[in-house]
């Protein structure tokens, strides 16, 4: 199956909103390997919609839209599909009284154009709404199929995986079952995990399933994705074990966790499984550290607080940090003890370092002291030498020191 | 002029990127008065590229490709482009010398493939580089063009800037100068300032320039971007100052700045002024104010630090907020207080509220305690019902705040 992607909108083409509905999409069709062609960006014109839709479904057996099903005048995508199959647009009353209901529910007035959005081409088959207002579409062009779905990424994304993803391997012929683990590695490029793994790459080549892919993410390291295929779940589930394990035998100490886990979350759970909870002495990263955990629903049973000591004297009068340079291992540790003594808690953990723009003390920028403060344990901290600029320096040292954290807990 | 962008690589397709190239070239054609017609996404290979670059420029007047210049088999934009204008590529040496000297200012070996980036199609004119080791191109086809930059952001930024939006206002006939400003508000919806901007909208569009757009920005609050031409930048810039006049006689009371600077800058500049130092007392947000504050470089002049109180006894034990309800007007008077006095700063700023996902001491997610502390003042505690989940509430509380400091700061 070749598959291409058409998101509409004008706000997408004048940068007022990134495209990022696409990517996910392509994301998606290569994990249920799928061949992408393109991915074409086309604003709320109607002529232009056809020709794009048009020209991509020369080439591609499939075509998804993303966008243009809402309600207004420059929602064009249902009538560009319906003009490119040659079909009127008729009105299903069931999607109406799902639509008024819907209204109804939230104690607000429809105006009328809201039907428009029961709108369906003829001979096309409806992916019921289960969150917005508007239902997606499957449509039949020839033997090749537009697939059309809303732009609101989390109503996308439910029908991709609830509607689409499947109908589309079923049209490839692929009846198996497809089931993907996501790795989360932290301390490793991705250079480097890829020449550690190359064994493992090369034998998966050969087997063709599972796939390997490496993704990238910000600051939350490197993650590497397996995807099995098998004719049952429990099959691939089975298949994904095995693999896991063999990355693991290769790379496993820099794997904080899998698919949805963070690291935040891991270090979290650590916590709270042996009944500790955790103070912060912030200077170089300035809050970033308690701001991530904090976004975690339920950190509070872990995370006593932080205090953020920028000013060097905040460091000497409320952590008691001795008087003298602040970027140091004595800092670090005077301030990881501060932390978990200022704030009555079981764990300190202390960062302080040199953002940039300049050097700071006759250190350079990139330099990072961790302190980690265990109960009934003498405190210790660690230099680390990170890269980048000021905001990069800082998402570096977050991630790290929460990662020095972790394996401190877990007697790594 | 009609123009079109084509983003090269498979990395784009698979997801692994997301395209911001393209939306960012979106948005300065839509400055320079350029129509968008489509944007394109296309893995790294050659037929299709070809395919996709035919088929762009039958109906543009100008296709702008970002990507695929480099020294790799993977890098075809540089074959595809002579492919479709039918000419050899040739080698140019003065490019090759650049790019030798390049590798040996960094004390690197140059590997051949390299000189690749020295090929040019027979007829293009050469954008040099300034950055990377990749030039630009200027390609006509016909009585179209064809544009190549690279795809790494800063280095298309400036091609684009300096070489190929001149080179397209030039071909429309457009021999004015362009100049933008961007006025940032907080504090009111985009149909909300679209409602109120409407008579000066009206006049725009009956004048033609500047012209008018609204900009979302995610927590940065909605930029209004006025684009004005003039004969000279002089003009230009009168222009803008003028109609930036008129934006503010209807909307002034929710603009917080200009251009560059953002929320956190112009409170800090506001405090700087006035030889004031800020300690902050944070709970619903955990850091996340402190965070974004020392983000700008030379914050530590002003900021002392925070104290993230996530846990109700670290507000009752360091900050003395007297026990009871820790999301109420006591509360953040007490946090505000509180911040001033252990951190030592002139001015105090709290929040206390609930981001959920539950409600907290009976009150709703949402519900958001600002304290302001200034010198010689008592405290004063503002409440604010905040929209969104979990981390928008957080996102919003952090600009909300900011916003009521800057507010109370210049005597609003």
């Not at 004719?231 to 698919?259: I, M, Y």
């Amino acid at each position: 199956m070749r598959c291409s992607v058409i998101a509409v909108g004008t706000e997408l083409l004048l940068g007022q909103i990134v495209d990022t509905n696409s990517s996910w999409i392509g994301e998606q069709l290569a994990a249920n390997g799928i061949d992408s062609l393109i991915q074409v960006k086309v604003g709320d014109n109607r002529e232009r919609i056809v020709n794009v839709l048009r020209s991509a479904l020369a080439d591609a057996d499939a075509v998804i839209m993303c966008g243009g099903l809402g309600p207004t005048h420059d929602d064009l995508t249902r009538d560009a599909i319906a003009e490119v199959m040659g079909q009127p647009l008729e009105m299903h009353d069931d999607i109406a009284a799902v639509i008024r209901s819907i209204f109804e529910s939230r104690g607000r007035r429809m105006a009328d154009n809201n039907l428009q959005q029961a709108m369906v081409p003829r001979g096309a088959t409806v992916i019921h709404q289960t969150r917005g207002t508007a239902p997606g579409l499957i449509c039949p062009v020839g033997d090749k199929v537009v697939y059309a779905v809303p732009g609101v990424p989390h109503e996308m994304h439910d029908m991709m995986d609830r509607a689409v993803l499947p109908d589309l391997r079923r049209r490839g012929g692929d009846t198996s079952v497809i089931a993907s683990r996501v790795i989360r590695t932290w301390g490793e490029s991705e250079s480097g995990l890829n020449e550690r793994l190359n064994p493992i790459i090369a034998e998966l080549e050969s087997l063709g399933s599972p796939t390997l892919a490496f993704l990238a993410s910000g600051w939350e390291g490197i993650k590497v994705r397996l995807t099995a295929k098998g004719s049952t779940a429990d099959e691939a589930r089975a298949t994904l074990d095995a693999w896991d394990a063999r990355v693991c035998e290769l790379v496993g100490e820099v794997v904080f966790g899998r698919d949805t886990q963070t690291m935040e979350s891991v270090v979290l759970d650590l916590l709270r499984e042996r009944g500790w909870s955790l103070g912060l002495a912030e200077s170089v990263t300035g809050g970033l550290v308690s701001g991530r955990l904090t976004a975690i629903p339920g950190a509070s049973d872990v995370l006593r607080g932080s205090v953020v000591s920028y000013a060097s004297d905040v460091k000497f009068d409320v952590l008691d940090v001795p008087r003298g340079p602040v970027v140091s291992e004595q800092a670090a540790i005077a301030m990881a003890e501060g932390a978990r003594r200022v704030l009555g808690s079981s764990v300190g953990l202390s960062l302080t370092g040199v953002a940039g723009p300049t050097e700071q003390d006759g250190q350079p920028v990139g330099t990072l002291w961790v302190g980690v403060a265990l109960p009934d344990r003498p405190a210790i901290a660690t230099l680390l030498r990170l890269p980048g600029q000021r905001d990069q320096m800082r998402q570096m040292a977050v991630i790290s020191s929460l990662d020095l954290l972790r394996r401190r807990l877990s007697g790594q």
